[in-house]
C-alpha cells in the first residue's frame, strides 16, 4: 500500500531555510493532491500547503510568502521549503496525501525539526 | 479562512462509555468536506470520517460522523481503552483549516 516517509535536516538555524522531502512509496505520485502539515509542541495541526501532480500549488496564507512546495515525479517525491525560520516553526512536520474528497487518507509518521542556533 | 472551533477542550471518560465531540465551522463547509482524525504520540495521524459521515477504511463502526453546514459531530458508541487520544476536525473544501482539537482521557 501507498506510504509516505518525510526526510531532512531535524536542525536548522534560525533566518536560513527548512527543507524536507516526503518520498511516495508503493503508488505513484501522479493524480493526487499533496501536503504538508505541522504541530508545534504542544499545539495543534497547522496546514502548511499543498501541491497537485500538475504543479498546481495552495499555501496557508499565513505562510505563503515563505513557503514553497514542489514536486520531483522522477523521484515520487515532494519537497516543502521554508525560509527565513524562527523558533516559531519548531514543529514535527507531516506529509500526507491529499486533499481529496476523501480529505487527507495517508500520512507520513512526521520528523521533528528544531529551529535554534 | 474558515476557522473551526471544537468542544469540548477535554473529555474525560470511562472505557465502554459513549463520546461526543462536536466541531463548529465559522462558515459553511461546501460539499461536507468535513473530517476528522485520531493523533496519538509517536503515531502518524489516523484519518477516522471525511465527508462528514463516511468511515475511512478500516475504521470501526463504533466511531460516527454527523453534520452539515456549519456543525459536526463526531460519536464514539462505546470507548476501548485504545480511543483515549486527541481528536481534530479539518475542513478540506477550501484552504485547509484544522480545529484546535479535543483530548479524549480516561476518567
Known amino acids: 500500500q501507498v506510504q509516505l516517509q518525510e526526510s531532512g535536516p531535524g536542525l536548522v538555524k534560525p533566518s536560513e531555510t527548512l527543507s524536507l522531502t516526503c518520498t511516495v512509496s508503493g503508488g505513484s505520485i501522479s493524480s493526487y493532491y499533496w501536503s504538508w502539515i505541522r504541530q508545534p509542541p504542544g499545539k495543534g495541526l497547522e496546514y502548511i500547503g499543498y501541491?497537485?501532480?500538475?504543479?498546481?500549488?495552495n499555501y496557508n496564507p499565513s505562510l505563503k510568502s515563505r513557503v514553497t512546495i514542489s514536486l520531483d515525479t522522477s523521484e515520487n517525491q515532494f519537497s516543502l521549503r521554508l525560509s527565513s525560520v524562527t523558533a516559531a516553526d519548531t514543529a514535527l512536520y507531516y506529509c500526507?496525501?491529499?486533499?481529496?474528497?476523501?480529505?487527507?487518507?495517508?500520512w507520513g509518521q512526521g520528523t521533528m525539526v528544531t529551529v535554534s542556533s | 479562512e474558515i476557522v473551526l472551533t471544537q468542544s469540548p477542550g477535554t473529555l474525560s471518560l470511562s472505557p465502554g462509555e459513549r463520546a461526543t465531540l462536536s466541531c463548529r465551522a465559522s462558515q459553511s463547509v461546501s460539499s461536507s468536506y468535513l473530517a476528522w482524525y485520531q493523533l496519538k504520540p509517536g503515531q502518524a495521524p489516523r484519518l477516522l470520517i471525511y465527508g462528514a459521515s463516511s468511515r475511512a477504511t478500516g475504521i470501526p463502526d463504533r466511531f460516527s460522523g454527523s453534520g452539515s453546514g456549519t456543525d459536526f459531530t463526531l460519536t464514539i458508541s462505546r470507548l476501548e481503552p485504545e480511543d483515549f487520544a486527541v481528536y481534530y476536525c479539518q475542513q478540506y473544501g477550501s484552504s485547509p483549516t484544522f480545529g484546535q482539537g479535543t483530548k479524549v482521557e480516561i476518567k
Open positions: 500526507a496525501r491529499g486533499p481529496s474528497h476523501r480529505a487527507f487518507d495517508i
Open positions: 501541491i497537485y501532480y500538475s504543479g498546481t500549488t
